[in-house]
């Protein structure tokens, strides 16, 4: 049986970092061409890494009731592509706004 449940959470979970984003102009309000290119890199990077996981022995997809069943590649879920992007997201907007919050700090500590 074939079920969403996984990858709907994962993209309402996506929606919720586009609001976030775009609410407080975190990271694609601000610099939208740098944060394509962060985005690239950082799922590059991990389906590299996912990749060479599998090929060594350890990852595997698991059985579950509540994913897809979409494979992009052998043991290689359709939902670890949305999971990926929401991490490298979810990185991108608390690495903005750790960032604005220090700037604060340190104004506040200068007066």
């Known amino acids: 049986m074939t079920s969403w449940a996984y990858l709907l959470a994962l993209t309402v979970s996506l929606a919720g970092m586009v609001i976030l984003d775009w609410r407080y102009k975190l990271f694609f309000w601000q610099h939208w061409r740098r944060a394509v290119v962060v985005l690239a890199v950082g799922l590059a990077f991990f389906i590299s890494w996912d990749l060479a996981g599998i090929d060594?022995?350890?990852f595997y997809r698991g059985a579950s009731p509540y994913v897809t069943g979409i494979q992009l590649a052998p043991e290689l879920p359709l939902e670890e592509v949305f999971f990926l992007?929401?991490?490298?997201y979810l990185t991108m907007n608390l690495f903005e706004l750790v960032g604005r919050a220090i700037s604060?700090?340190?104004?506040r500590g200068e007066r």
């Open 104 to 107: 604060t700090f340190t104004a």
């Open 56 to 58: 060594a022995g350890v």
């Open 85 to 88: 992007m929401l991490l490298c």
